[in-house]
């Protein structure tokens, strides 16, 4: 089973930056796409971003939320997807996941893999 695996997290002062990492377990790993999720504590699961995985086809879509402060991008060559979190706010406090669609039969937001999660918290 594929795994996926999130660092970066940590604590920030609000205004601060952080860079998330998600890489695959297996180099061989077919995916469509790749996004980040978070989930505040009490809050549902909220999508953040995503991009294609494909080398001619970089698509991004963000989250209004977070529009003009982060940026996903991906490194096909190292198996890793990125989230640069910039101008972050207490409001960006939550576990961060790593997902990927693995199958294109999926729906828009539909999932199949995810990452156990990394923390950010921002402080005021």
């Known amino acids: 089973q594929v795994q996926l695996i999130e660092s970066g997290g940590g604590l920030v002062q609000a205004g601060g930056s952080l860079r998330l990492s998600c890489a695959a377990s297996e180099r061989t790993f077919s995916r469509y796409r790749m996004g980040w999720f978070r989930q505040a504590p009490g809050k549902e699961r909220e999508f953040v971003a995503s991009?294609?995985?494909?080398?001619?086809?970089?698509?991004?879509s963000y989250a209004d939320s977070v529009k003009g402060r982060f940026t996903i991008s991906r490194d096909i060559t190292k198996n890793t997807v990125y989230l640069q979190m910039n101008s972050l706010k207490p409001g960006d406090t939550a576990v961060y996941y790593c997902?990927?669609?693995?199958?294109?039969?999926?729906?828009?937001?539909?999932?199949?893999?995810w990452g156990q999660g990394t923390q950010v918290t921002v402080s005021s």
């Open positions: 991009i294609n995985w494909n080398w001619n086809d970089s698509t991004t």
């Open positions: 997902a990927a669609k693995s199958r294109s039969t999926l729906g828009p937001g539909q999932y199949d893999y």
